[in-house]
T-cell receptor, first 117, second 114 residues
Framework: GAVVSQHPSRVICKSGTSVKIECRSLDFQATTMFWYRQFPKQSLMLMATSNEGSKATYEQGVEKDKFLINHASLTLSTLTVTSAHPEDSSFYIC?????????????FGPGTRLLVL | GESVGLHLPTLSVQEGDNSIINCAYSNSASDYFIWYKQESGKGPQFIIDIRSNMDKRQGQRVTVLLNKTVKHLSLQIAATQPGDSAVYFCAEIPNAGNNRKLIWGLGTSLAVNP
């Protein structure tokens, strides 16, 4: 149980284009999903927290207009990197949490490797 | 805020030996702790968790120890196998003030020698 998927696993795009990454909880309903970014040999950096049906809460320094997050259902959240630039190249990871009654452990997706040329 | 590591400490062990990975956590008000395993190019995988009202918790081949006095968390892996090679992260959740978000440790790279 507690499986989270991400799609795509890898994406290469040209500078200036937008890229959408999907995060799905496959066998549970996720009231909260999190989006992280990870640089090589570093721990995960939280970008934003999204609750189903409400606006995402962004961490300090993360541009909400640059990284659009939509959590339209209890099993799907999307992250759109708009007008991507080479410095946006990174490993993006989502996680999902059932909520207070289902526990607060975050279960992670396999990650999406983004390369912006 | 979340801690971001600048480098990864490395632990190298022989296959079959026991491994101990240590973590110093930052917030004395944290009440929930989790160990994650991250293999190269993959997302973190939940290993084991422990709440602050416990000192020890055992899973399959893994044991987590919590010492609240010195804010120290450890992960013990018995009979370490090559498949255990990965980066291990501890994470904590403070009991108030941050919406139950994870605060990450720096991570330790475990290398298992056959």
């Amino acid at each position: 149980g507690a499986v989270v998927s991400q799609h795509p696993s890898r994406v290469i795009c040209k500078s200036g284009t937008s890229v959408k990454i999907e995060c799905r909880s496959l066998d549970f309903q996720a009231t909260t999903m999190f989006w992280y970014r990870q640089f090589p040999k570093q721990s995960l950096m939280l970008m934003a927290t999204s609750n189903e049906g409400s606006k995402a809460t962004y961490e300090q320094g993360v541009e909400k207009d640059k990284f659009l997050i939509n959590h339209a259902s209890l099993t799907l959240s999307t992250l759109t990197v708009t007008s991507a630039h080479p410095e946006d190249s990174s490993f993006y990871i989502c996680s999902a949490r059932e909520g207070a009654e289902g526990g607060e452990t975050q279960y992670f997706g396999p990650g999406t490797r983004l390369l912006v040329l | 805020g979340e801690s971001v590591g600048l480098h990864l400490p490395t632990l190298s062990v022989q296959e079959g030996d026991n491994s101990i990975i240590n973590c110093a956590y930052s917030n004395s008000a944290s009440d929930y702790f989790i160990w994650y395993k991250q293999e190269s190019g993959k997302g973190p995988q939940f290993i084991i968790d422990i709440r602050s009202n416990m000192d020890k918790r055992q899973g399959q081949r893994v044991t987590v120890l919590l010492n609240k006095t010195v804010k120290h968390l450890s992960l013990q892996i018995a009979a370490t196998q090559p498949g255990d090679s990965a980066v291990y992260f501890c994470a904590e959740i403070p009991n108030a003030g941050n919406n139950r978000k994870l605060i990450w440790g720096l991570g330790t790279s475990l290398a298992v020698n056959p």
